[in-house]
């Protein structure tokens, strides 16, 4: 192999000078180069903490004592919203931007509102802190936080105790989540459990009911209810319930449903479960 071959000849350099220079023009002058992907929506930064986003969601974290914000970024607009009038007053590091900085953090495919925190995420509390609540959810390896954010929103509204979920096979608390929940992360506990069999076995000897939501479920849910204390639990997309927790709960019940689809997506039947459950409880 010739010298020239290994190291390129002049006339080789000449025509890479050429087609730098056509890129470059093609660019504007800048070097053409691949894009560093942005952070994705929710995804927290490096510290353990998490990045939470949106007016609603900032506002339940404001007004919740048991969240410890370590700093925020805020436009005006936002600010006004929030009803903070004094930003320098807050009890952590707030910092006045644009929403473009936000785009930067979050993606910009993400509603942030203008408002974007970072924060300690709240610690999970164990089953035996369940407290003396008549209606509970829970949570079989249920893993969108699209999904799990749903659930949150409409388990607040319909007053539930808690969520029960597993510690694996779960989300991890974000800001996709808290966005989808739209501040009812704040407003009901997180139990998390490891087994969950044993889980609804510790439920049983509690008084509740335990209702396994199955679109082949042998009767229909509002038939099953019995008793005051009762807690639904809801299976993963697409797969349901896993085997070992048809076989533990009380009673496998299907949501009536007349029209073509027989079927709901997870958060729409826990909907639909929460308000049935509570005009039974009252």
Known sequence: MSDDTKKGTPKDSHYARLRRAHREEKTGGAPAFRPRPKIAPGEGPANGLVRLYGLHTVRAALDNPARR????????????????????????????????DIDKLTGSDAVHQGVLVEAEPLKPKRLDALGDSNLVLVLDQVTDPHNVGAIL???VAF???????????????????????????????????KNLAEALGELHEAGFQTIGLDSD??????????????????????????????????????????????????????????????????
Request: proline share 2%.
């Open 69 to 100: 914000i370590r700093s925020m970024l805020v436009t005006r607009n936002a600010l006004e919203r929030l009803d903070i009038s004094d930003i320098a007053a807050l009890s952590f590091k707030a910092e006045l931007v644009e929403p473009r």
């Open 153 to 155: 929103r409409s388990a």
């Open 217 to 282: 479920g042998a009767a229909e849910l509002e038939k099953t209810f019995s008793g005051e204390r009762i807690a639904l639990v809801l299976g993963a997309e697409g797969k349901g319930l896993r085997q070992k927790t048809r076989e533990t709960v009380t009673a496998l019940a299907r949501l009536d449903m007349p029209g073509a689809i027989r079927s709901l997506n997870v958060s729409n039947a826990a909907a639909v479960a929460l308000y049935a459950v509570r005009r039974f409880l009252g």
């Open 159 to 193: 007053g539930a105790g808690a969520l029960i979920t597993t510690a694996r096979h779960s989300p991890q608390e974000s800001g996709v989540l808290a966005k989808s929940a739209s501040g009812a992360l704040e407003h009901i506990d997180h139990i998390e459990v």
